[in-house]
């Protein structure tokens, strides 16, 4: 009631001010619900994530073999996976870009970057580098990467349309972002439906963000995947 009376009491140039403030803040509350995360999960036990990530069954849909072939990597190529996980592309991303090439394994998680550092020793593989991530911030250098990889990730971020702003700055000119996400329908595996983000949402996020929807390389059972690229305008 308070904020009426002082409405009602305001001068016209104060009440278009004050009308517009309110305005603008339900606008940023809404922009903020818009681009929250659908989904959070506490990833410090390994253990636990390591079983549900490296189940040998992910294979039969993840299709990790075709993804990465999806990127044509090369040597001496460099390949962000974000949201890394307990590793599980890891391994094949360092085969495909050879020993002069460079593979960012980014968590947030500290026990995973961890797990992502003992994992690389045991599998010898000296081309991948583990990063300790902010949530807002994947720490990789700028016009680092050739390309980004995002699997069962993008509905993890918050505020993705600065996010994905930001991280035009890690690719290199012709860099490229691999998102393979859930498609949002029930299926026997994955999060439910209200935790994931539709293909064409994604696309549009992507566009508001400043990028361009290059092809969709591989057919998933579960997921879609979208290849970006940044505008130039």
Known sequence: MGLLVALRQARPQALILALALVAACARSAGATERF??????????????????????????????EIVAALSLGPGMTVVDLGAGTGYFERRLSHAVGPTGSVFAVETEPNLVAHLRARAEHEATANV?????????????????DWILLVDTYHHIDDRL???????????????????????????????????????????????????LDGEPVELPYHYALIFSPRSD
Do not use: C
Request: glycine share 8%.
């Open 36 to 65: 929250e995360a659908t989904s959070r999960h506490d990833f410090a036990d390994v253990e636990h994530w390591t079983r549900v990530f490296d189940d040998p069954e992910r294979d039969t849909w993840q299709l990790p073999g």
């Open 129 to 145: 580098i583990p990063v300790l991530a902010s949530f807002d911030n994947p720490r990789i250098p700028s016009g680092a990467a």
């Open 162 to 212: 600065g996010y994905f702003r930001r991280l035009k700055l890690a690719l290199r000119p012709a860099g490229r972002i691999l998102i393979v996400d859930w498609k949002k329908q029930e299926q026997p595996v994955g999060p439910k439906p209200p935790h994931k983000l539709a293909r064409q949402q994604v696309i549009g996020e992507m566009t508001e963000a400043g990028y361009a």
